[in-house]
């Protein structure tokens, strides 16, 4: 059995994936480069890939494009298909204000797209803690990632703002 306890959730039985027909239908949460500190998020809803990063929003791209740049880059990623959301990922992923502070990160827009806008949310695993607490959470998808693959290593929002501000200011590369 791996060791868990550097994790800040851990799940089991995720379902391998090779190609992005799984994607097709539903509401699915992008966890991608996982195994990083932090990791990168994104959501993905009628065929279509949303996301915010220090370059800006990206909303109506297109899911197999997003898709085949994980699997061109090999970036371990995983995918939670989620029951249901609360606004639409295409209206909130319009919105001009997203990335003018430095308090904002990828989590903030998925926060307002999956209705769970607590204060206590700070990171991708209360979300999913949140979610999977819910029973919202419908499976899990892995794509380039490992066979012991179990959760996603734990860190603080502290972490993520240092990065995002790194990022920024040119002090590190995304990896």
Known sequence: MKETS?????????????????????????IMDWEKTPPHLGCSWNDTYYSLSVKGV????????????????????????ISDFKENPKSVFTTDSWGLND???CLNPLLKVLGNTHSNIERVADLLKEIQLENRILSIHLVDSPKDW???????????LEYIKNLKYGKVERR
Do not use: A, M
């Open 103 to 105: 308090e904002i990160t």
């Open 58 to 81: 990206q909303n109506n791209k297109e899911l197999k494009i997003q898709f085949r740049l994980l699997k061109q880059q090999n970036i371990p990623s995983f995918f939670v298909k």
């Open 6 to 30: 550097n994790y800040s959730i851990v799940f089991s039985e995720p379902i391998h994936e090779q190609h992005d027909d799984f994607l097709k239908e539903g509401f699915f949460l992008w």
């Open 150 to 160: 179990c959760g996603i290593r734990d860190y603080s929002k502290e972490t993520v």
